[in-house]
């Protein structure tokens, strides 16, 4: 008891209220806070281009997948066409088949290449040569294999340069996606990939 006579009173604590966690499903993940919602993984990066027929209808590029784990790869492709890639191992079968199979395709020849899912044919006297990855394929003419003759090592050239530079790359990538100013490459990283114009693809809205 107090001094006045009075008896003390306690208030009793109120035992802590338990909050579940939410619960989160498979597929929920966390966007970094500056992350740009507009960038989609299925585009492609540091993309270069030839056309290999006077129309512009029909080309042959080399770029950075991101949805294939940054994965530098090779697409043929055109108007009204579905395109399809090559991994490096197609591409240098390609390469290696060039010159026979313009010479099959002047002499209205039948030619035929398999490795795994990839597959070089030709249509005999309508000479077109078909390139074919599973059940997708582009048809090539007479005049665009010519061209390709010319001008394919340059293709294979700069895949084998994205190659050795897709860990740089993907290191890179890490640190601008998640930053709003450009973010300057370190000295260690390669100088096959143009920096600046990579942190402008990956903010850009598409």
């Known amino acids: 008891m107090s001094a006045s006579g009075r008896k003390p009173t306690y208030k009793r604590k109120q035992p802590p209220t338990t909050v579940e966690a939410p619960v989160l499903d498979e597929c929920t993940y966390v966007i970094a806070e500056h992350l740009s919602p507009e960038f989609d993984p299925n585009r492609v990066l540091l993309r270069r281009t030839f056309f290999v027929n006077p129309e512009k209808s029909k080309y042959v590029s080399v770029a950075f997948y991101p949805i294939k784990n940054y994965t530098p790869l090779v697409e043929f492709g055109g108007a009204r066409l579905k395109p399809i890639t090559l991994m490096k191992q197609h591409v240098d079968t390609l390469f290696a ?25 030709t249509t005999g006297a309508n000479r077109v040569a078909r390139l074919t990855i599973g059940n997708q394929t582009v048809n090539l003419k007479l005049n665009e294999v010519r061209y390709l003759l010319g001008m394919f ?25 998640s930053s709003v100013v450009y973010v300057q490459p370190t000295s260690n990283l390669t100088h096959v990939i ?4 990579l942190f402008e ?6």
Do not use: S
């Open 194 to 197: 143009n920096f600046a114009q």
């Open 153 to 177: 090592h340059i293709i294979r050239d700069q895949l084998d340069l994205f190659l050795h530079a897709q860990n740089d790359l993907m290191m890179y990538v890490t640190n601008a996606l």
């Open 97 to 121: 088949h060039l010159d026979k199979l313009y010479g099959e395709l002047c002499n209205g020849g039948q030619y035929l290449v398999k490795d795994g899912d990839f597959k070089i044919t």
């Open 201 to 206: 693809e990956l903010k850009a809205v598409t």
